[in-house]
């Protein structure tokens, strides 16, 4: 059993700044990738960034420049800084991750959510 937690979520204005962590915890065998997806009201939910056990990131390109995605592989821990946010980042964000639990059984986990909310 694995299990994604995570925290940093809250209420910012415009053009400032959130950092969110999840951290998994479990039967963890090794952990393959990380990463956050958004979802917005009426909106389905969409990749924002990714970090795979290399440290090699991939993101949206609504996000390139303002956030940053890091991982502590030490603390099972994804990280995401958020700068320079906008109304439009407004949304409840879910961490990801694909992880094996034994040397031949991977699969897909992800948190419960953590609502981000911007004031302009």
């Known amino acids: 059993q694995v299990q994604l937690v995570e925290s940093g979520g809250g209420l910012v204005q415009a053009g400032g700044s959130l950092r969110l962590s999840c951290a998994a915890s479990?039967?963890?065998?090794?952990?393959?990738?990380m990463g956050w997806y958004r979802q917005a009201p009426g909106k389905q939910r969409e990749l924002v960034a990714t970090?795979?056990?290399?440290?090699?990131?991939n993101y949206a390109d609504s996000v390139k420049g303002r956030f940053t995605i890091s991982r502590d592989n030490a603390k099972n821990t994804v990280y995401l800084q958020m700068n320079s946010l906008k109304p439009e980042d407004t949304a409840v964000y879910y961490c990801?991750?694909?992880?094996?639990?034994?040397?031949?059984?991977?699969?897909?986990?992800w948190g419960q959510g953590t609502q981000v909310t911007l004031s302009s």
């Open positions: 990801n991750a694909y992880i094996y639990t034994d040397y031949n059984t991977w699969d897909e986990y």
């Open positions: 479990g039967t963890i065998f090794r952990i393959i990738s």
């Open positions: 970090v795979n056990s290399g440290h090699s990131t």
